[in-house]
């Protein structure tokens, strides 16, 4: 019997991009107008509002959803806009990095500049801190690892991350409907939050992309976005290819995202609720997959 390679075919050749700037920035203030048109309404309305289609025609569903949530989701754009329930905040950014097998070795990127990660020796930097990811057993035996420069290919990779919140407010508001027994308004206000957290994410994936480079093979259509027609991936710790919430304690060793206000619980979740972190990997074979 052949045995399994141990790696995926996974190109270990990609150009490598130059982020502007390694370690984290802060990002306090986006504006609202620019992160509501990435909210995917599929995903709100049927899925954190629970409006589903049933056995209506697609021209019966547009009708209703025209005539009784579009107003409704208009109306909370406003209201948590103009009364500040929703406070969007980020923080994100690149570390040099390459892959060990399963292990992705995290480096210190102190005082780079904006140094070029052709230009950069792992075996000449200081390992910060690895994640190890796992692999397929079958299929295409893909890993997240994968995606980065070997480390004996002499070159360092990018890797980036980022943690985004819409704030406490959100779910303190949510809260208080819950309790005043106002449950349908609670279910859209929490819903509402939920997903412009991931609006938010979607957008600074974009702007990473952006700032990599590589943001020219993004589809012009935000609606496809959703379904990853851009080049690279972003993955959430719990996803199926990194299942281990255990991970968000080393992203918030490398992101501090205390800095926007986010804490983890004790199973690794962030508070508040409205929020999200991520790995970006610009590699262009890099999409879903499960382990």
């Given at each position: 019997?052949?045995?399994?390679?141990?790696?995926?075919?996974?190109?270990?050749?990609?150009?490598?991009?130059?982020?502007?700037?390694?370690?984290?920035?802060?990002?306090?203030?986006?504006?609202?107008?620019?992160?509501?048109?990435?909210?995917?309404?599929?995903?709100?309305?049927?899925?954190?509002?629970?409006?589903?289609?049933?056995?209506?025609?697609?021209?019966?569903?547009?009708?209703?959803?025209?005539a009784?949530?579009?107003?409704?989701?208009e109306?909370?754009?406003?209201?948590?806009?103009?009364?500040?329930?929703?406070?969007?905040?980020v923080?994100?950014?690149?570390?040099?990095?390459?892959s060990?097998?399963?292990?992705?070795?995290?480096?210190?990127?102190?005082?780079?500049?904006?140094?070029?990660?052709?230009?950069?020796?792992?075996?000449?930097?200081?390992?910060?801190?690895?994640?190890?990811?796992?692999?397929?057993?079958?299929?295409?035996?893909?890993?997240?690892?994968?995606?980065?420069?070997?480390?004996?290919?002499?070159?360092?990779?990018?890797f980036?991350?980022?943690?985004?919140?819409?704030?406490?407010?959100?779910?303190?508001?949510?809260?208080?409907?819950?309790?005043?027994?106002?449950?349908?308004?609670?279910?859209?206000?929490?819903?509402?939050?939920?997903?412009?957290?991931?609006?938010?994410?979607?957008?600074?994936?974009?702007?990473?992309?952006?700032?990599?480079?590589?943001?020219?093979?993004d589809?012009?259509?935000?609606?496809?976005?959703?379904?990853?027609?851009?080049?690279?991936?972003?993955?959430?710790p719990?996803?199926?290819?990194?299942?281990?919430?255990?991970?968000?304690?080393?992203?918030?060793?490398?992101?501090?995202?205390?800095?926007?206000?986010?804490?983890?619980?004790?199973?690794?979740?962030?508070?508040?609720?409205?929020?999200?972190?991520?790995?970006?990997?610009?590699?262009?074979?890099?999409?879903?997959?499960?382990?």
């Amino acid at each position: 019997m052949k045995a399994a390679p141990a790696r995926s075919t996974v190109a270990t050749d990609v150009a490598v991009p130059t982020p502007p700037f390694w370690g984290s920035r802060v990002v306090e203030h986006v504006d609202l107008d620019e992160i509501y048109p990435f909210i995917n309404t599929v995903a709100l309305f049927r899925g954190q509002w629970q409006f589903k289609k049933g056995k209506l025609s697609d021209a019966e569903y547009q009708d209703k959803l025209a005539a009784t949530i579009l107003p409704v989701f208009e109306r909370l754009k406003t209201e948590l806009r103009e009364n500040e329930v929703l406070r969007p905040a980020v923080v994100y950014g690149y570390w040099p990095c390459a892959s060990d097998g399963d292990d992705l070795i995290v480096y210190d990127p102190s005082g780079l500049g904006a140094a070029a990660p052709t230009e950069l020796r792992p075996a000449e930097m200081r390992e910060l801190l690895r994640f190890t990811f796992p692999r397929q057993e079958g299929k295409r035996r893909l890993c997240i690892s994968d995606f980065f420069r070997p480390v004996g290919s002499g070159h360092a990779d990018v890797f980036g991350l980022h943690c985004v919140t819409m704030g406490s407010r959100v779910s303190e508001l949510a809260k208080s409907l819950f309790e005043n027994d106002d449950y349908t308004e609670y279910l859209y206000t929490h819903g509402m939050g939920v997903e412009t957290a991931e609006a938010l994410a979607e957008l600074w994936h974009k702007r990473i992309r952006q700032e990599l480079g590589i943001g020219g093979e993004d589809s012009p259509r935000i609606r496809e976005l959703f379904t990853q027609h851009y080049r690279g991936s972003r993955y959430s710790p719990g996803y199926p290819a990194c299942p281990e919430m255990r991970d968000q304690e080393k992203i918030w060793s490398l992101l501090e995202p205390g800095r926007i206000g986010c804490s983890l619980t004790e199973n690794w979740q962030i508070d508040p609720e409205q929020s999200t972190s991520a790995f970006v990997v610009h590699h262009p074979e890099a999409k879903y997959f499960n382990v």
